[in-house]
C-alpha cells in the first residue's frame, strides 16, 4: 500500500498544532489558576522549612503538570512543522525503486528532489503558488503520471508542442535526430544491451538500450499538447513512460532530482557514498 506521506506530515502537523494552540487558550489557564491556588494555600500553612520546601515543590508541579498530549505535541510540533517546510517547499529525499533510469539512476539511490525550481506547489493539494522556471529538455524529474497517484521518475524529452518519433531506439524530436554515441556493448561475450551516450538539446546523458528494441522502441509517433511534458526512461527497453501512458501534465510535476547522496540496495546491505554526486 502506498503511504500518501505529504498528506500524513499535513495532518500530523495540523493535529500537533490544535493540540497546543488548544492547551495556550485553555488548558494553561486552568494550570495557572490551581498554581495560584497552590501558593495560597502555603502561604497560611505551618510547616517546618524543609517539609514546606519539600510539599511545597511537589504539590506546584503536580498542579503545573501538562497532559501527556499536550507534552507530545509541544515536543513534536516544531519539528514537524520544519519537516513540512522543508519537504514541500525546498527539498524533498527519494529512494529509486525501479530500474528504469539505469545506467543514471540504480535501485538503491536515494537521490533528493528539488521542490522550487519548477514554481511553489502548496502540499497534499499541489497546487502551484508561485511560478519559477519551466521544465528543460533532459532535466530528470520526479511527478505523478496521468494514470496513477504514485512517484514516479524519468527524463524529460519532450516539451510542449513537441513532435516525437522513437524509432529502433532512436530518438528524433521535431524531425531531428538525437546524437547517440556508443560507450560499451554488454556482456561482451554474447552482447544484449548497449551502454550509449544521448545528447539532448547539446547535453549528453548515459542511456542503456537493447540490441534488439522492445515493443515501446520499435516505431512511435507522438504530438506533445501544450501544458504538458513526454517522459522518458534512460533504460529505454525497461522503462513505463510517455510511450505507454502517455505526456504528464504540468499540473502533475513533483520536482526536479538534482543529486544522489546515498546508495542503500537493501537492509541486508551496507550503505554506499561512492555514487554521491550530481545527476547528469
Known sequence: MDINFPLVMVVLVFVSGLIWLFDGLFLARARGKAIASVDAQFEAVELGADQRDETYTQARQLAAKEPLAVEYAKSFFPVLFVVLVLRSFLVEPFQIPSGSMVPTLKIGDFILVNKFTYGIRLPVVRTKVLEMNKPQRGDVMVFFPPHKPIYFIKRVVGLPGDEIRYVNNVLFINGERQPQELEASLPP???????????????????????????????GHWVVPEGHYFMMGDNRDNS??????GPVPEENIVGKAFAIWMHWESLMSVPSFNRVGAIQ
Open 240 to 245: 513505463s513512460d510517455s510511450r505507454e501512458w
Open 189 to 219: 561475450a554474447a552482447p544484449r544491451f548497449q551502454l550509449v551516450s544521448e545528447t539532448l538539446d547539446g547535453v549528453p546523458h548515459a542511456m542503456r538500450k537493447h540490441i534488439v528494441p522492445g515493443r515501446l522502441s520499435r516505431n
